[in-house]
Protein backbone atom coordinates (compact mmCIF):
# COMPACT_ATOMS: atom_id res chain seq x y z
CA UNK A 1 0.00 0.00 0.00
CA UNK A 2 0.88 3.62 -0.78
CA UNK A 3 2.52 5.35 2.48
CA UNK A 4 2.03 2.33 4.99
CA UNK A 5 1.23 3.11 8.84
CA UNK A 6 3.23 0.69 9.92
CA UNK A 7 4.92 -3.00 9.19
CA UNK A 8 3.71 -6.59 10.55
CA UNK A 9 6.16 -9.30 10.12
CA UNK A 10 4.68 -13.03 11.08
CA UNK A 11 7.48 -15.85 11.27
CA UNK A 12 6.12 -19.42 11.08
CA UNK A 13 7.74 -22.47 10.64
CA UNK A 14 5.13 -23.97 9.25
CA UNK A 15 1.51 -23.03 7.25
CA UNK A 16 -0.97 -21.47 9.93
CA UNK A 17 -3.84 -19.20 10.15
CA UNK A 18 -3.57 -15.83 11.46
CA UNK A 19 -6.63 -14.26 12.89
CA UNK A 20 -6.05 -10.11 12.13
CA UNK A 21 -7.41 -7.33 13.88
CA UNK A 22 -10.41 -9.76 15.24
CA UNK A 23 -11.80 -9.09 11.96
CA UNK A 24 -10.38 -11.88 9.38
CA UNK A 25 -8.51 -14.85 9.11
CA UNK A 26 -5.81 -15.45 6.53
CA UNK A 27 -3.77 -18.73 5.62
CA UNK A 28 0.23 -17.86 5.69
CA UNK A 29 2.70 -19.88 4.34
CA UNK A 30 5.58 -21.02 6.14
CA UNK A 31 8.44 -18.93 6.38
CA UNK A 32 8.07 -14.86 7.07
CA UNK A 33 4.91 -13.17 5.49
CA UNK A 34 4.69 -9.79 6.32
CA UNK A 35 1.94 -6.96 6.15
CA UNK A 36 1.45 -3.46 5.40
CA UNK A 37 -0.49 -2.07 8.37
CA UNK A 38 -2.34 1.54 9.30
CA UNK A 39 -3.83 2.27 12.25
CA UNK A 40 -6.92 4.27 12.20
CA UNK A 41 -7.17 7.72 12.73
CA UNK A 42 -10.73 7.86 14.72
CA UNK A 43 -10.03 5.01 17.10
CA UNK A 44 -6.28 4.39 16.97
CA UNK A 45 -6.82 0.59 16.13
CA UNK A 46 -4.05 -1.02 14.18
CA UNK A 47 -5.42 -2.77 10.70
CA UNK A 48 -3.28 -5.15 8.69
CA UNK A 49 -3.85 -5.03 4.58
CA UNK A 50 -3.84 -7.73 2.28
CA UNK A 51 -1.29 -7.41 -0.44
CA UNK A 52 -2.87 -5.74 -3.29
CA UNK A 53 -5.96 -4.79 -1.27
CA UNK A 54 -7.80 -1.90 -2.40
CA UNK A 55 -10.40 -1.75 -0.27
CA UNK A 56 -9.56 0.87 2.54
CA UNK A 57 -11.72 3.47 4.34
CA UNK A 58 -10.41 6.92 4.13
CA UNK A 59 -12.33 10.00 6.37
CA UNK A 60 -12.80 13.23 3.97
CA UNK A 61 -12.89 15.80 6.87
CA UNK A 62 -9.71 14.52 8.36
CA UNK A 63 -8.17 12.91 5.32
CA UNK A 64 -6.90 9.87 7.02
CA UNK A 65 -7.43 6.16 6.62
CA UNK A 66 -9.99 5.08 8.78
CA UNK A 67 -10.92 1.51 9.99
CA UNK A 68 -14.04 -0.11 8.46
CA UNK A 69 -16.09 -0.48 12.14
CA UNK A 70 -15.54 3.25 12.15
CA UNK A 71 -16.70 3.89 9.14
CA UNK A 72 -20.25 3.96 9.95
CA UNK A 73 -19.39 6.93 12.29
CA UNK A 74 -19.13 10.78 11.87
CA UNK A 75 -14.85 12.04 12.06
CA UNK A 76 -14.10 12.56 16.09
CA UNK A 77 -9.67 11.87 15.27
CA UNK A 78 -8.29 9.95 18.27
CA UNK A 79 -6.18 13.48 19.29
CA UNK A 80 -8.85 15.15 20.26
CA UNK A 81 -10.45 12.55 22.33
CA UNK A 82 -7.27 12.37 23.90
CA UNK A 83 -7.12 16.59 24.65
CA UNK A 84 -10.43 15.80 26.05
CA UNK A 85 -9.61 13.04 28.49
CA UNK A 86 -6.71 14.76 29.71
CA UNK A 87 -8.56 18.34 29.72
CA UNK A 88 -10.71 16.68 32.09
CA UNK A 89 -8.35 15.21 34.58
CA UNK A 90 -6.45 18.70 34.77
CA UNK A 91 -10.18 20.98 35.37
CA UNK A 92 -10.66 18.71 37.71
CA UNK A 93 -7.01 19.51 39.37
CA UNK A 94 -7.43 22.90 39.01
CA UNK A 95 -11.00 22.66 41.13
CA UNK A 96 -8.87 21.37 43.49
CA UNK A 97 -9.51 17.83 43.60
CA UNK A 98 -6.10 16.04 43.65
CA UNK A 99 -7.45 12.79 42.00
CA UNK A 100 -3.37 11.77 40.66
CA UNK A 101 -2.24 8.19 41.74
CA UNK B 1 11.50 12.31 24.37
CA UNK B 2 12.67 9.12 25.78
CA UNK B 3 12.59 5.63 24.62
CA UNK B 4 11.81 2.57 26.73
CA UNK B 5 12.10 -1.33 26.01
CA UNK B 6 9.49 -3.19 28.14
CA UNK B 7 9.48 -6.83 27.77
CA UNK B 8 8.52 -9.72 30.39
CA UNK B 9 11.96 -11.55 30.55
CA UNK B 10 12.46 -12.32 33.83
CA UNK B 11 16.05 -11.20 33.22
CA UNK B 12 15.15 -7.56 32.56
CA UNK B 13 15.92 -6.53 36.15
CA UNK B 14 12.21 -6.39 37.14
CA UNK B 15 9.33 -8.50 37.47
CA UNK B 16 8.26 -11.92 39.18
CA UNK B 17 8.30 -14.72 36.91
CA UNK B 18 6.27 -15.57 33.70
CA UNK B 19 2.76 -16.18 34.52
CA UNK B 20 1.35 -19.45 32.94
CA UNK B 21 -1.08 -18.71 29.78
CA UNK B 22 -4.87 -19.95 30.39
CA UNK B 23 -7.92 -18.97 28.49
CA UNK B 24 -8.37 -15.62 30.70
CA UNK B 25 -5.78 -12.93 29.49
CA UNK B 26 -2.46 -12.57 31.24
CA UNK B 27 -0.84 -9.56 31.07
CA UNK B 28 2.34 -9.59 29.61
CA UNK B 29 3.46 -6.03 30.03
CA UNK B 30 1.44 -2.97 30.71
CA UNK B 31 2.40 0.98 30.20
CA UNK B 32 0.95 3.78 31.87
CA UNK B 33 0.78 7.56 32.79
CA UNK B 34 1.18 7.91 36.68
CA UNK B 35 2.46 10.66 38.64
CA UNK B 36 3.49 8.02 41.57
CA UNK B 37 7.57 8.88 40.51
CA UNK B 38 6.74 12.78 39.60
CA UNK B 39 10.50 12.76 38.42
CA UNK B 40 9.79 15.82 36.61
CA UNK B 41 7.19 17.92 37.49
CA UNK B 42 3.93 17.43 36.41
CA UNK B 43 4.35 13.96 35.80
CA UNK B 44 1.47 12.34 33.73
CA UNK B 45 3.17 12.18 30.14
CA UNK B 46 1.67 11.27 27.26
CA UNK B 47 2.91 7.77 25.73
CA UNK B 48 3.24 6.03 22.31
CA UNK B 49 3.58 2.18 21.83
CA UNK B 50 5.95 2.00 18.52
CA UNK B 51 6.39 -1.56 18.89
CA UNK B 52 5.36 -4.78 19.61
CA UNK B 53 7.28 -8.88 19.31
CA UNK B 54 5.15 -11.67 20.77
CA UNK B 55 6.23 -15.35 20.86
CA UNK B 56 5.96 -18.30 23.32
CA UNK B 57 9.15 -20.10 25.04
CA UNK B 58 7.48 -23.35 26.08
CA UNK B 59 7.74 -27.11 24.89
CA UNK B 60 6.65 -26.39 20.89
CA UNK B 61 2.83 -27.59 20.13
CA UNK B 62 0.06 -26.83 17.79
CA UNK B 63 -2.31 -24.20 19.80
CA UNK B 64 -4.22 -21.55 19.08
CA UNK B 65 -2.81 -18.08 21.19
CA UNK B 66 -4.90 -14.60 20.49
CA UNK B 67 -2.69 -11.57 21.70
CA UNK B 68 -4.49 -8.50 22.26
CA UNK B 69 -3.19 -4.12 23.39
CA UNK B 70 -6.14 -3.21 25.06
CA UNK B 71 -6.65 0.20 26.78
CA UNK B 72 -7.14 -0.39 30.21
CA UNK B 73 -7.53 1.77 33.89
CA UNK B 74 -4.21 0.15 35.26
CA UNK B 75 -4.04 1.14 38.89
CA UNK B 76 -0.32 2.44 39.42
CA UNK B 77 0.44 1.60 42.72
CA UNK B 78 3.63 -0.84 42.62
CA UNK B 79 2.51 -2.30 45.70
CA UNK B 80 -1.00 -3.84 44.18
CA UNK B 81 0.57 -5.64 41.66
CA UNK B 82 2.23 -9.23 42.03
CA UNK B 83 5.62 -8.48 40.06
CA UNK B 84 7.52 -6.13 41.01
CA UNK B 85 7.34 -2.61 39.31
CA UNK B 86 9.78 -0.11 37.99
CA UNK B 87 8.36 3.95 38.14
CA UNK B 88 10.89 6.12 37.91
CA UNK B 89 13.56 3.97 36.77
CA UNK B 90 15.82 4.19 33.42
CA UNK B 91 16.03 0.28 33.58
CA UNK B 92 14.18 0.25 30.64
CA UNK B 93 15.65 3.30 28.55
CA UNK B 94 17.27 2.42 25.19
CA UNK B 95 19.47 5.21 26.22
CA UNK B 96 20.37 5.65 29.43
CA UNK B 97 21.41 9.10 28.68
CA UNK B 98 17.55 9.73 28.49
CA UNK B 99 15.28 11.06 31.52
CA UNK B 100 14.18 7.95 33.36
CA UNK B 101 10.72 7.21 32.70
CA UNK B 102 7.91 9.44 34.26
CA UNK B 103 5.16 6.66 33.50
CA UNK B 104 4.54 2.90 35.16
CA UNK B 105 5.39 0.13 33.89
CA UNK B 106 4.64 -3.93 34.95
CA UNK B 107 5.22 -7.18 33.59
CA UNK B 108 4.05 -10.61 34.16
CA UNK B 109 0.82 -9.77 36.48
CA UNK B 110 -0.80 -13.18 37.66
CA UNK B 111 -3.43 -11.05 39.41
CA UNK B 112 -5.92 -9.65 36.67
CA UNK B 113 -7.22 -7.25 39.36
CA UNK B 114 -5.17 -4.32 38.94
CA UNK B 115 -6.21 -4.09 35.32
CA UNK B 116 -9.38 -3.20 34.52
CA UNK B 117 -10.30 -2.87 30.79
CA UNK B 118 -12.01 -0.22 29.18
CA UNK B 119 -15.40 -1.21 26.83
CA UNK B 120 -13.71 0.48 23.99
CA UNK B 121 -12.24 -1.68 20.49
CA UNK B 122 -8.94 -3.52 20.74
CA UNK B 123 -6.12 -1.11 19.63
CA UNK B 124 -4.14 -4.32 18.36
CA UNK B 125 -4.89 -8.13 17.73
CA UNK B 126 -3.62 -11.08 16.78
CA UNK B 127 -4.89 -14.71 17.04
CA UNK B 128 -2.04 -17.47 15.89
CA UNK B 129 -0.44 -20.11 16.42
CA UNK B 130 1.48 -20.79 19.41
CA UNK B 131 4.87 -22.14 16.93
CA UNK B 132 4.85 -18.24 15.44
CA UNK B 133 6.29 -15.11 16.29
CA UNK B 134 5.17 -11.92 15.15
CA UNK B 135 6.22 -8.06 14.98
CA UNK B 136 4.32 -4.75 14.60
CA UNK B 137 6.41 -1.71 14.22
CA UNK B 138 4.54 1.46 13.66
CA UNK B 139 5.64 4.53 10.81
CA UNK B 140 5.82 7.47 12.59
CA UNK B 141 2.57 9.18 13.64
CA UNK B 142 0.54 5.80 13.89
CA UNK B 143 2.09 4.61 17.44
CA UNK B 144 -0.59 3.52 19.86
CA UNK B 145 -1.32 6.72 22.08
CA UNK B 146 -1.90 6.32 25.97
CA UNK B 147 -3.05 9.46 27.37
CA UNK B 148 -1.33 11.81 29.55
CA UNK B 149 -4.17 11.07 32.42
CA UNK B 150 -4.29 9.45 35.95
CA UNK B 151 -6.11 5.85 36.53
CA UNK B 152 -8.64 7.92 38.69
CA UNK B 153 -9.98 9.83 35.81
CA UNK B 154 -10.04 7.06 33.23
CA UNK B 155 -8.05 5.06 30.91
CA UNK B 156 -4.50 5.79 31.51
CA UNK B 157 -2.80 3.09 29.89
CA UNK B 158 -2.62 0.24 27.65
CA UNK B 159 -1.94 -3.42 28.04
CA UNK B 160 -0.07 -6.53 26.46
CA UNK B 161 -2.07 -9.71 27.31
CA UNK B 162 -1.98 -13.20 26.21
CA UNK B 163 -4.30 -16.16 26.10
CA UNK B 164 -5.01 -20.13 25.24
CA UNK B 165 -7.53 -22.22 25.61
CA UNK B 166 -4.60 -24.83 25.20
CA UNK B 167 -1.11 -23.91 25.65
CA UNK B 168 -0.56 -23.58 29.27
CA UNK B 169 3.20 -22.58 29.26
CA UNK B 170 4.61 -18.96 29.38
CA UNK B 171 4.85 -16.45 26.57
CA UNK B 172 6.67 -13.79 26.12
CA UNK B 173 5.97 -9.72 25.36
CA UNK B 174 7.95 -6.85 24.42
CA UNK B 175 6.65 -3.74 23.99
CA UNK B 176 8.75 -0.49 23.03
CA UNK B 177 7.23 3.27 24.19
CA UNK B 178 8.01 6.58 23.62
CA UNK B 179 7.22 8.85 26.43
CA UNK B 180 6.85 12.44 25.40
Request: net charge neutral.
Amino acid sequence: MRNPGGYAVVTSPEPVTVRLDGLRCEEIAAGISEFDTFTCCHCNCVVHVRPRDREEFFCRSCMKRICSPCANYPCMPFLKKLEHAEARGEALRSYGFDERK
Amino acid sequence: MAYFSISNSTVSGFGSSQAPISGAYKTLCCVAASTQAAVVAPGLRRGKLYDILIGTNGTPADNYMEFAVQRATITTSGSAWAGSLSSGSSAMALDLADQAMEGFTGVNSSNEGQVSLAATPTPWYIGINQRASYRWVAAPGSELIYPAQSSATGQNGLVLQARSGGYTGTATGNIFVQEQ
